[in-house]
């Protein structure tokens, strides 16, 4: 730090202390000790000012943003001086650097001229020292040189005889405007003549383009005005200043390269018959050189025998074996193999690709790209016509038969593909090239491409299985849509649109059938599908004849509909030629469920709720035979379902909103069913109730008062005839249900619960209605026994059926018109009792007195009164005070 640092400014601001370069670049330097000194000195400059003023006086920063102001330029300064010395250090540096390299270049030049002066001195006193180097060693140095010289001269020679020869063709051309000496060097005979010949032409070509170039503006060849034939007579309109002619030097020399070529492309032709492979690559490479090779690739592969033979091939039909075909068509048959001829195609394909990769690639320079053309022909031209006869022939017997066909051709030309990738072909044994495997999938790929455009191909597959779906379902569709449906209930009027519906469907399929765009085999199909022997009943809808089975659901029809659709969605799938899977599976889904769900589960479910309905008069007994409907409906249903969810969804996963899509609609269309079905079996649950207490209605006011003189006789009697019918009427409508519901699910056990507890319903408010004897009292005991007996006997739930369960009040109930006075007390005033009004008494198992073991058995003290009241003897005082009492 300067020491006028210290020194106090005279002028109106003091003056900062001030800093050099040197105070920063110290070793000594630290940070904290050089603010600690400026607040010192800060200190001591504010105490000198403080003692010639008179007060305290504020800190005053400014000489410090001065000098650190000032020091601040003084950095700025020194490091643009740094910058300009850096940078002249710099390029001093690569001038040295570049020197120094140069120095050694040099100097290793130096180095290596000595050392090869140092060899050859060594070599030849070397030579000298061996016996007889004066000579010996002298003449074998002299030979080589003297070889290598010679070697040098003819080469110039050569290339001094081709110079000359070269002008004195182009002399002959320009001047005379012949090729003379051209034409017998190709005449000559020999391959390197014409080879020669070649590279001299492509030589003329380029003179002719730099020193005539008014024969290659717009007046040559193919533009300006027309020339006479330059070989013979002079050109118009190439006139020196002398008045002489000038000769189409293009015209002249294009000419004799055409003739040139013609005479390579036989001499190739030739070596490929005599399997000359050195020659015919000599010639290739000539022609590649000399216009791209274009032409000699055509001639190979036109003038090749697979395509001559399969050119007399084309016009060949298409197999035509009936049964083939007919199994094509038939949906429920296995789908045969590749068409005969297409699979010979593609097994002669294999060889000759194998065996001609091998010629190519010894015979073609580029041999990649000739191999490229070769299987661009094979798949374009023999491939696809053959391809395209199979399919339109496939297509003339049925629409599943063309989408087989496809499937089996794109399955057999895709295994060619990848046994010719397999192979390696021209870089066998070694892996394909990959410009040849993008060849080889790009002609895959374009075989198909017209089959796939937009959605063609899932039109075809929903338009397919939508023909056979109503084919299977015509008996089904034309038995329902011809029952009498009497829309005077609400749930008749709802089925009228299904009903409709299925009216539209069949008149739809009959005037397709009826149409000229189905052929003779396909109609036949959809005719043996739908179980009509011929075309002439599709018009006499009316005179086939139906039974019940018609109309009712089939698990082997829905197998089958799912088997097709299985087929259908792994056919899309192998196929996979387009990114549309999602909406493909949306698309089947629909399709699904309008015929196999609505026009086929729901149709059914309806025509079981309308039979249902018209039962709910009570004239007869009700036959609950449509009830098996709901069992193979409810399979059925989780049969489409399962399917849906383990084939359609998953293929739609990478959609995310038509995955989201396909769930709705399934949980839409199973609750749909789940509520018809539910409604079935509620009107079960309804009319065998309604049957019940119909029967009830009917019970004679007798049975429970027998006369004196018919005790005994009443007495032998099991149970009464009410009680007979109930119980043989409830035992039809168990066995009806067990038949025809599940037995694994909740349905049977819940449908069988419903009807035991209305049953027990029923019954406990039918004998409130009667006034019971002593006799009496024990035939009610056995007809609540009968029930109970048969209740408990069905599956049903635990809470109904279980010891003390909601049944045995039947029994309790019983008892109370048998036991005595007494016992009565002792069961409703027992220690079972409640304050609230509830009864609990300790009910005895099935013919127990009073007082038996058994669980418990609430009754109200209402429901106790009511049913004691009807007892014969319950205006007796005893039991007026029992149940005063109670």
Same mark, same amino acid.
């Given at each position: 730090m300067s020491s006028q640092s210290h020194a106090i400014s005279r002028s109106i601001f003091p003056k900062g202390p001030s800093f050099s370069l040197d105070d920063f670049s110290s070793r000594d330097f630290i940070v904290k000790e050089f603010i600690e000194a400026l607040s010192d000195s800060a200190t001591a400059n504010r105490r000198s000012t403080v003692g010639l003023t008179s007060g305290s006086q504020p800190f005053d920063p400014k000489p410090l943003i001065r000098s650190f102001e000032h020091a601040q330029q003084q950095l700025g300064e020194l490091s643009g001086d740094l910058e300009i010395k850096e940078n002249e250090l710099s390029a001093a540096v690569r001038r040295a650097e570049a020197q120094h390299s140069q120095n050694l270049n040099t100097l290793g030049t130096k180095l290596k001229q000595a050392i090869e002066s140092f !060899?050859?001195?060594?070599?030849?006193?070397? %030579?000298?020292?061996?016996?007889?180097?004066?000579?010996?060693?002298?003449?074998?140095?002299?030979?080589?040189?003297?070889?290598?010289?010679?070697?040098?001269l003819d080469r110039q020679r050569r290339r001094a005889l081709d110079a000359h020869f070269l002008l004195e063709c182009w002399d002959g051309v320009s001047n005379r405007g012949e090729i003379t000496l051209l034409e017998n060097l190709r005449r000559s005979g020999s391959g390197e003549a014409k080879v020669r010949s070649a590279h001299i032409a492509q030589q003329l070509l380029r003179i002719s383009q730099r020193l005539d170039p008014k024969s290659w503006n717009g007046s040559g060849r193919?533009?300006?005005?027309? =020339?006479?034939?330059?070989?013979?007579?002079?050109?118009?309109?190439?006139?020196?200043?002398?008045?002489? +002619?000038?000769?189409?030097?293009?015209?002249?020399?294009?000419?004799? /390269?055409?003739?040139?070529?013609?005479?390579?492309?036989?001499? +190739?032709?030739?070596?490929?018959?005599?399997?000359?492979?050195?020659?015919?690559?000599?010639?290739?490479?000539?022609?590649?050189? +000399?216009?791209?090779?274009?032409?000699?690739?055509?001639?190979?592969?036109?003038?090749? @025998?697979?395509f001559i033979d399969r050119s007399q091939l084309?016009?060949?039909?298409?197999? #035509? #074996?009936?049964?083939?075909?007919? %199994?094509?068509?038939?949906?429920?048959?296995?789908?045969?193999?590749?068409?005969?001829?297409?699979?010979?195609?593609?097994? $002669?394909?294999?060889?000759?690709? !194998?065996?001609?990769?091998? *010629?190519?690639?010894?015979? +073609?320079?580029?041999?990649?790209?000739v191999l490229g053309k070769?299987? @661009?022909?094979?798949?374009?031209?023999?491939?696809? @016509?053959?391809?395209?006869?199979?399919?339109?022939?496939?297509?003339?017997?049925?629409?599943?038969?063309?989408?087989?066909?496809? !499937?089996?051709?794109?399955?057999?030309?895709?295994?060619?593909? #990848?046994?010719?990738?397999? =192979?390696?072909?021209?870089?066998?044994?070694?892996?394909?090239?990959?410009?040849? &495997?993008? *060849?080889?999938?790009?002609?895959?790929?374009?075989?198909?491409?017209?089959?796939?455009?937009?959605?063609?191909?899932? $039109?075809?597959?929903?338009?397919?299985?939508?023909?056979?779906?109503? /084919?299977?379902?015509?008996?089904?569709?034309?038995? =329902? /849509?011809?029952?009498?449906?009497?829309?005077?209930?609400?749930?008749?009027?709802?089925?009228?649109?299904? &009903?409709?519906?299925?009216?539209?469907?069949?008149?739809?399929?009959?005037?397709?059938?009826?149409?000229? $765009?189905?052929?003779?085999?396909?109609?036949?199909?959809?005719?043996?599908?739908?179980?009509?022997?011929?075309?002439?009943?599709?018009?006499?809808?009316?005179?086939?004849?139906?039974?019940?089975?018609?109309? !009712?659901? &089939?698990?082997?029809y829905a197998k089958r509909m799912l088997k097709w659709l299985a087929e259908a969605v792994g056919r899309g799938l192998e196929l996979s030629v387009s990114n549309e899977t999602p909406k493909d599976m949306l698309t089947l889904l629909n399709l699904l469920q309008s015929i196999m769900g609505e026009s086929y589960l729901e149709v059914c479910l309806d025509a079981a709720l309308e039979a249902a309905t018209t039962q709910e008069s009570g004239k007869s007994e009700p036959d609950l035979s449509y009830l098996f409907t709901v069992r193979d409906s409810i399979s059925i249903a989780n049969l489409m379902v399962m399917c849906i969810n383990t084939l359609l969804v998953p293929l739609a996963a990478s959609s995310v909103?038509?995955?989201?899509?396909? $769930?709705?609609?399934?949980?839409?269309?199973?609750?749909?069913?789940?509520?018809? *079905?539910? /409604?079935?079996?509620?009107?079960? *649950? #309804?009319?065998?109730?309604?049957?019940?207490?119909?029967?009830?209605?009917? @019970?004679?006011?007798?049975?429970?008062?027998?006369?004196?003189?018919?005790?005994?006789?009443?007495?032998e009697k099991l149970q009464t005839p009410t009680c007979a019918s109930i119980c043989s009427f409830l035992t039809r409508v168990h066995d009806t249900a067990m038949k025809s519901l599940p037995a694994s699910g909740t349905n049977l056990r819940q449908l069988l619960s419903e009807i035991a507890l209305g049953t027990r319903n029923l019954l406990l408010e039918h004998f409130k209605r009667f006034v019971v004897n002593g006799p009496g009292g024990l035939m009610v005991t056995k007809d609540m026994t009968q029930y109970t007996n048969l209740l408990k006997s069905w599956d049903i739930d635990d809470q109904l059926k279980a010891l003390g369960g909601m049944l045995d009040v039947l029994l309790e109930v019983g008892s109370l018109f048998v036991i005595g006075t007494e016992a009565l007390r002792e069961r409703v005033c027992g220690p079972g009792h409640a304050s609230s009004g509830r009864s609990g008494t300790n009910a005895g198992t099935p013919g127990q007195g009073p007082g038996g073991t058994g669980s418990q058995v609430s009754l109200s003290a209402q429901e106790v009164r009511a049913y004691v009241s009807r007892r014969e003897d319950s205006h007796t005082p005893a039991m007026q005070h029992m149940l005063n009492v109670f």
């Open positions: !060899q050859q001195l060594d070599t030849s006193l070397h %030579n000298n020292e061996l016996p007889g180097g004066d000579f010996a060693g002298s003449t074998g140095n002299m030979a080589v040189e003297t070889g290598r010289k010679l070697e040098e193919g533009g300006g005005e027309p =020339h006479q034939s330059a070989s013979m007579t002079p050109n118009d309109n190439h006139i020196n200043g002398n008045n002489g +002619f000038r000769w189409n030097t293009r015209e002249i020399i294009e000419k004799f /390269s055409e003739t040139l070529e013609k005479d390579l492309l036989k001499q +190739f032709d030739d070596f490929y018959r005599k399997a000359n492979f050195e020659g015919m690559k000599d010639c290739a490479t000539v022609l590649q050189d +000399f216009n791209g090779g274009a032409s000699v690739v055509a001639l190979f592969v036109n003038q090749h @025998q697979f084309v016009t060949e039909e298409v197999a #035509d #074996d009936s049964e083939t075909w007919e %199994n094509l068509a038939d949906p429920d048959a296995e789908p045969s193999g590749v068409e005969p001829s297409l699979q010979s195609l593609i097994d $002669e394909v294999r060889v000759v690709v !194998q065996e001609e990769s091998a *010629i190519i690639k010894r015979a +073609f320079p580029n041999y990649e790209q070769f299987l @661009q022909r094979v798949f374009q031209q023999s491939i696809q @016509q053959r391809l395209e006869m199979v399919l339109e022939k496939a297509n003339s017997v049925s629409s599943l038969a063309f989408l087989r066909s496809l !499937q089996s051709s794109r399955s057999a030309i895709s295994i060619l593909v #990848d046994e010719l990738k397999a =192979h390696g072909l021209t870089e066998h044994p070694e892996a394909i090239s990959s410009q040849t &495997s993008l *060849i080889l999938d790009q002609q895959l790929e374009d075989l198909f491409v017209p089959y796939f455009v937009g959605s063609s191909y899932i $039109e075809r597959e929903k338009r397919t299985l939508e023909e056979l779906y109503t /084919s299977l379902l015509f008996k089904f569709t034309t038995f =329902h /849509s011809r029952r009498k449906k009497a829309t005077t209930t609400f749930m008749a009027s709802l089925s009228k649109s299904g &009903s409709e519906l299925l009216a539209s469907a069949r008149e739809a399929y009959i005037s397709r059938l009826d149409s000229s $765009e189905l052929s003779s085999t396909q109609k036949q199909v959809l005719l043996r599908v739908a179980g009509l022997k011929e075309s002439n009943d599709l018009a006499r809808p009316s005179d086939i004849k139906f039974n019940e089975d018609d109309g !009712q659901l &089939s698990i082997p909103t038509i995955r989201r899509e396909l $769930e709705k609609k399934t949980n839409l269309a199973t609750i749909r069913i789940e509520e018809k *079905i539910n /409604s079935i079996e509620q009107k079960v *649950i #309804d009319i065998t109730l309604m049957w019940v207490n119909k029967i009830l209605l009917g @019970q004679k006011k007798n049975d429970f008062r027998p006369k004196e003189g018919d005790r005994t006789s009443w007495l």
